[in-house]
Each structure stands twice: as C-alpha cells, then as structure tokens.
C-alpha cells in the first residue's frame, strides 16, 4: 500500500518511524494478483496510527500483541489475537498500541491501488 498525508504532522514523522508493512499477495507481489492485497502489519508499542480512509475494502486479523482501535466516530475498542476487523469502502480508522506491538495481516478485496488517505478533523 502507499500512504500520503494530507498534513506532515509529527504523528505522522513518529508513525513512520514505528510502522512496518509488507505485501505478500497482490499486484508485483511474491504472490501475484490482481484480485486481492495481502500482508503483515507491525505497529511498535506506545504508537498512534491517526484517523485514515482509503476506497480499498480492508480487513484485519489480529495475530500478536494488542491496541485500541476506532472505526469512524464509534468508540474505541481493544483488540487482540483471534479478532478481526472490517472495514468498508472508505471507513475512517484509526489504531493506538500501549504496552504490545501489533501484528497483523491485513487484506484489501477492492481498490487494490487505494492509496491511504490521513483524515484530520
């Protein structure tokens, strides 16, 4: 996936710095394809990934560590190994990690060329 920042906010500078991802399946991948996006996310420990959108319709399965995560203007909610997240077409999303990293696999099932959208406001 790309991301771009509508803002070069220091939560970006700190989340680039703690954030690392890898796509397995998908378009130029080690797995080609061009029906889906897959891979691993890891977020270091005491990291915010700020509110973000993309068109690409996303899941996640949480396999290590655990975070609070926050789906449009609904409450946070923990997660951790053994959950799974969706989110539609667009669905503003944001994720903090406390005492854990978080790793993830993640899947896009459209849009596969979505680049990752920061949303402030």
Not at 2 to 23: E, H, P, Q, W, Y
Not at 48 to 72: C, K, L
Not at 76 to 96: C, K, L, N
Request: charged share 20%; proline share 5%; no cysteine.
């Amino acid at each position: 996936t790309s991301s771009k920042s509508n803002d070069d906010g220091l939560d970006i500078a700190i989340l680039l710095r703690n954030f690392a991802v890898t796509t397995i399946i998908g378009p130029g991948a080690m797995l080609p394809s061009d029906k889906v996006n897959a891979g691993f996310s890891l977020q270091a420990r005491d990291t915010y990934y700020p509110p973000h959108a993309h068109y690409a319709e996303e899941s996640y399965f949480i396999i290590g560590g655990n975070a609070d995560w926050r789906v449009g203007s609904k409450p946070w909610f923990a997660v951790e190994p053994g959950d799974s997240i969706y989110h539609e077409t667009e669905a503003r999303h944001a994720m903090q990690t406390n005492q854990q990293s978080l790793l993830t696999i993640w899947l896009w099932t459209s849009h596969l060329d979505s680049e990752v959208m920061i949303v402030r406001g």
